[in-house]
């Protein structure tokens, strides 16, 4: 099979990840539950992972790194944790499903003031809009960090001075960020950080986090066991503690904590400039193909750009329905990618393919321009 969905998730992970993940389950208890021997190695392998995250993103505080199933559940306990009843809340079109449908709730039980920044016809969105949007009542603006149909990659830093230039939190999604490019949170200016382990970072399933700058408060979005404070009978404040009740995914942490090894060192720096190599030479040979369309700002292509872009290329094919040509590249030619509407309502309006969908094709590091010349085949074969 000839892999092209690692916008999902990565499938092809470093061998040592996976040893990890392993040497874990057959050696590691419960982290903070105890003072044996197999508790104590989960507790350092989560302790370990803490600080390899804080620094992989320039964050100072280590304990401020907070553990998660995945970046929806992280997205999920920032949201529903700072917004409050009758909030100004600002977001995109170009949002995943994991930050609209957060808000929109929150706007039926809260009563909040959602508004959106919305998206051009090319999936951008225009800084004037995000200064028209957030005023002096705005609470939250939550914007993520790479559309995960479009790869178009967001001004995060420009608007972070807008948004602090008017006392509001920053929340970014960096599902498709995080492990992808250099993601310093200080110098882009975030104020609370999500991230999946299981995409750019090439950890496990069932790992992810976010990062929240010293002096923001979240609520506990659950409670229960903590490992201290046993007899209090509130979830204790001081974080990680305050947004990690129960069994953390130890096993998963030892996978993800590998494989922010291999990421430093193989160089977040050379992932990126293979992946934006891979993405040029696709990009530059499918539109080449007549009855291709793609989705996305690629003026860039061939060019250097200061924001770059995602190993993300969507398209159609004439007016075939996405999930037909997904199906035919799978099980006429043995490539997977990811065909429909992506969890990005919104961005598909935008696009106008409600109704067609589109077909994804993402690249990881492990991916080979011979499976991109397979794929540019498949395609040239079934557009004609």
């Known amino acids: 099979m000839i892999y092209l969905d690692n916008g999902a998730t990565t499938l092809y992970k470093p061998d040592s990840v996976i040893d990890a993940v392993v040497n874990a389950m057959r050696t590691q208890g419960n982290a903070s539950r105890g003072a044996h021997g197999a508790t104590l190695s989960a507790s350092r392998t989560v302790y370990d992972a803490r600080v390899k995250i804080a620094k992989l993103f320039n964050f100072d505080t280590p304990s401020n790194v ?55 016809n090319s999936g951008l969105l225009n800084i004037s809009d995000f200064e028209k949007l957030i005023d002096d009542k705005t609470k939250v603006v939550v914007v993520n960090h790479i559309s995960n149909l479009t790869g178009n990659v967001n001004d995060i830093k420009r608007i972070s001075e807008i948004v602090h230039n008017k006392n509001a939190i920053l929340i970014v999604d960096g599902s498709q960020s995080a492990g992808t490019r250099n993601v310093d949170v200080k110098e882009l ?60 995914n130890s096993h998963g942490i ?53 924001l770059g872009h995602a190993a993300i290329v969507s398209l159609n094919v004439k007016d075939y329905d996405s999930g037909e040509v997904s199906d035919a590249l799978s099980n006429d030619f043995g490539i997977a990618t990811r065909p429909g509407a992506h969890c990005a309502p919104r961005l598909h309006i935008a696009l106008g393919t409600k109704h067609q969908g589109a077909v994804r094709f993402s690249f990881s590091y492990f991916t080979t321009y011979e499976e991109l010349d397979a794929a540019i085949n498949a395609l040239k074969e079934i557009a004609s």
């Not at 999946?196 to 979005?221: C, F, M, N, R, S």
């Not at 030892?254 to 696709?282: P, Q, W």
């Not at 040979?285 to 860039?300: A, C, H, P, Q």
Request: aromatic letters at 10%; one cysteine or more; proline letters at 3%.
């Open 254 to 306: 030892a996978g993800l904590s590998a494989a922010i090894d291999f990421l430093n060192e193989t160089g977040v720096d050379n992932i990126e400039k293979k992946e934006l190599e891979l993405t040029k030479y696709f990009y530059n040979e499918v539109t080449k193909i007549d009855g291709i369309k793609v989705y996305g700002d690629f003026s860039w292509a061939g060019v250097d750009t200061p």
């Open 189 to 248: 200016g975030i104020d609370i950080y999500c991230f999946t382990g299981h995409k750019g970072l090439y950890g496990p399933q069932g790992t992810g986090g976010l990062l929240v700058k010293d002096g923001i408060e979240i609520d506990a979005w659950k409670r229960g066991g903590s490992g201290v404070k046993t007899y209090e009978e509130e979830q204790p404040h001081e974080y990680p503690t305050r947004l990690e009740a129960g069994t953390l």
């Open 66 to 120: 907070i553990f998660t199933c995945n970046s929806t559940e992280a997205l999920n306990i920032a949201i529903n944790g700072v917004i409050k009843s009758g909030d100004r809340v600002v977001s995109t079109d170009t949002e995943h499903n994991s930050v609209l449908r957060p808000l929109y709730h929150l706007q039926k039980v809260k009563n909040i003031d959602l508004q959106f920044v919305k998206a051009d």
